[in-house]
């Protein structure tokens, strides 16, 4: 439905909806997807804690939650496992110590203003930086998971639900009507299918012991 989000956002408290961008499925819809739901085990049971250290201002609020979730639970630590795998070192110098210290006491204003985030970083980087780059739209390390679903990668999916030992665990039958539609072109399902797989082979290899992962061996230096 049209507006639904919208609607959602301006009936909901900001603690019972935003769990940054690990947010996948929502409580209405895990009921169809798990098959031993609780609701015991909402998120907020993770996140009210964080909200309750926060001040009253909504971004500060968001801004915890992903500090906490997001940042260091995932795009950090994939992004260390993957560089370190192939021997690179990475670096983030918006979170050097003394960066964060000052970032965290901009005022709203000053972090997002003029339909934009980081606001004061672009204007102290206005006439140095091209408007271009300055101003694009934000780009991380995309993966075109919602193009293979559709392509190479959707057999091994097929395969992949029907095969694993997760049917106390899953509902296999939503499982492959998220990537009939899909597939179809009726939603974008990419990420929730991704978590569900995601799974379903931690399963295989940690659980079940049907898939061995062999590690790739190390180039000659």
Not at 126 to 145: E, H
Request: proline share 4%; net charge positive; charged share 25%.
């Amino acid at each position: 439905m049209r507006g639904r989000s919208y609607l959602l956002r301006g009936t909901t408290p900001l603690s019972q909806r935003y769990v940054g961008n690990a947010f996948i499925f929502d409580e209405e819809e895990k009921k169809f997807v798990l098959k031993t739901y609780s609701d015991q085990a909402r998120f907020t049971k993770i996140t009210d804690p964080i909200y309750n250290q926060a001040s009253e201002n909504k971004l500060d609020q968001m801004q915890l939650v992903d500090l906490k979730t997001w940042l260091r639970g995932d795009i950090l630590t994939v992004a260390d496992r993957m560089t370190m795998a192939h021997s690179l070192e990475l670096r983030v110098p918006f979170l050097d110590v003394h960066v964060f210290e000052a970032a965290r006491t901009l005022p709203t204003a000053l972090r997002t203003g003029e339909g934009t985030t980081k606001y004061a970083f672009r204007e102290a980087m206005r006439g140095i930086v091209p408007d271009s780059i300055l101003f694009r739209k934000k780009l991380g390390f995309p993966v075109p998971i919602r193009i293979w679903l559709k392509d190479e990668l959707h057999d091994w999916a097929v395969n992949l639900i029907h095969d694993s030992h997760t049917d106390a665990l899953i509902n296999k039958s939503y499982a492959l009507k998220l990537l009939d539609d899909h597939c179809s072109g009726k939603a974008d399902n990419s990420r929730k299918i991704w978590t569900i797989l995601m799974f379903m082979l931690w399963h295989q290899i940690f659980i079940e012991k049907t898939v061995t992962v062999h590690p790739e061996p190390a180039f000659q230096v």
